[in-house]
């Protein structure tokens, strides 16, 4: 044990090799392991860490999110387009089924996997692209550097 302190509590192999400059000890390393178990100090280290067991929370609650991607505070009221509609009421396409009702003139925010909604920039479609079956699948939208070809999943649309 006196051995064991003056060498600051190391463990078994460092302690079998200091023992071993000097003298050898038969059964050694079963020896040093019941003096491990009896020190006090090297117990109070070799604790596991307390776990506490969680509280059943709703997912939309503990899942990890940016602040106030999922809520917000609007201080300068609704944003109107020129043309009267709502940027609040630009829903996903996806969502309002708004997939075959797209058209030339509506107002669309192209999506962007990197940046936030609230960053996506608004842009106007300028001609749709129907598939054989009638269903539009692909529009061309004008941005400021000409015009760009999007897929109608990649863009949210208003509802009017």
Not at 16 to 43: A, H, N
Not at 60 to 83: C, H, M, S
Not at 134 to 153: H, Y
């Amino acid at each position: 044990m006196e051995m064991h302190q003056k060498s600051c509590h190391v463990r078994v192999q460092r302690l079998l090799s200091s023992m071993r400059e000097k003298y050898w000890v038969l059964r050694g390393r079963r020896d040093i392991r019941s003096v491990l178990q009896r020190c006090v100090t090297c117990k109070r280290f070799d604790v596991k860490p307390f776990a506490i067991a969680s509280s059943p929370l709703p997912a939309d609650r503990v899942r990890d999110e940016v602040p106030f991607e999922i809520t917000g505070v609007d201080f300068a009221g609704p944003l109107y387009l020129k043309n009267g509609i709502d940027l609040g009421q630009l829903k996903s396409l996806n969502e309002t089924k708004l997939k075959a009702t797209i058209k030339i003139g509506d107002i669309v925010l192209i999506g962007n996997d990197f940046r936030k909604r609230i960053e996506w920039p608004i842009r106007r479609v300028v001609d749709v692209m129907p598939r054989k079956d009638g269903c539009v699948r692909l529009v061309r939208v004008r941005t400021s550097r000409g015009e760009l070809l999007r897929p109608i999943q990649r863009l949210e649309c208003s509802t009017h």
